[in-house]
């Protein structure tokens, strides 16, 4: 299959800019929302794109680094935001190459039963610990995150494809 010939191509991702987004969306993670569960989670969503962008770099290890960060944040039972992450990567990476060949939008479509999955892993290891169900509207937080998506990659992906070193000699 031919890659489409509207696509730019892009420059390689500055390790700093990667690294300061994720720590940016944990910053954002940290903010004190109160416990409104249709809040959206800034940090999944950067992790997912990281891990799809850049498989080798961001991975199933530093996910789980950062959900140890987030649980021992949120006082929650050591291990719940660190699975949901890990999972959240592990089928990020198998699907990255596929989910790079789509738009943002339909991209979205595609990570949407990720980041259902990675609530409702985070939902039932609740459950199994014994506390009450938070009710339906927990599963706003993924479509949130969804409608993310687009204006995310936009916005991670800008520094990727700025203008390169004009040469007349390289038509590139």
Known sequence: MMPRTHDQ???PVNP????ASLLVALLLNLLPLGRAPVVPDIL???????TVHQPRRVGVGISFLFGLVMDVHAGALLGQHALAYTLLSFFAIALHRRLLWFT???QALHVLPLFMAGTLVGLLVRLAAGDAFPGWSIFAAPLLQTLLWAPVSLLLLAPQRRAPDRDANRPL
């Open 9 to 11: 191509l892009l420059l």
């Open 44 to 50: 999944a969503l950067a992790l997912v794109f990281w």
């Open 16 to 19: 700093w800019f990667m690294w």
């Open 104 to 106: 943002a939008p339909a």
